[in-house]
Nanobody, 124 residues
Framework: QVQLVESGGGLVQAGGSLRLSCAAS????????MGWFRQTPGKEREFIAA????????DYADSAKGRFTISRDNAKNTVYLQMNNLKPEDTAVYYC?????????????????WGQGTQVTVSS
């Protein structure tokens, strides 16, 4: 098993940047491909980005392409989400997730482990 703890959320003005971190503990971090999702009240959790075990492969939702970057440091057991040019519609609770699979995951149901989430609020 793996435990995940997100940090780095907060309040930022439109056009600003935030970097989210997700620290993992437990089983070997490099065993898991990782993902970031977000959720707003009354809506389903939305895929944002995914990264492979080694970090060599990444993919993004259309809403994140060109603005967000997912990365990982397996030596530090941490995955990151760098978010630039933030917009008010990016306001949400952001979650990191882990799955014990070599392939990237795009559905929240394919991830077995989740953090508690971190709130990101973008003001206009």
């Amino acid at each position: 098993q793996v435990q995940l703890v997100e940090s780095g959320g907060g309040l930022v003005q439109a056009g600003g940047s935030l970097r989210l971190s997700c620290a993992a503990s437990g089983r070997t971090f490099s065993y898991y491909s990782m993902g970031w999702f977000r959720q707003t009240p009354g809506k389903e959790r939305e895929f944002i980005a995914a990264i492979s075990r080694s970090g060599s492969r990444t993919d993004y939702a259309d809403s994140a392409k060109g603005r967000f970057t997912i990365s990982r440091d397996n030596a530090k057991n941490t995955v990151y989400l760098q978010m630039n040019n933030l917009k008010p519609e990016d306001t949400a609770v952001y979650y990191c997730a882990a799955r014990g699979d070599v392939e990237l995951g795009y559905e929240d149901g394919s991830y077995g482990y989740w953090g508690q989430g971190t709130q990101v609020t973008v003001s206009s």
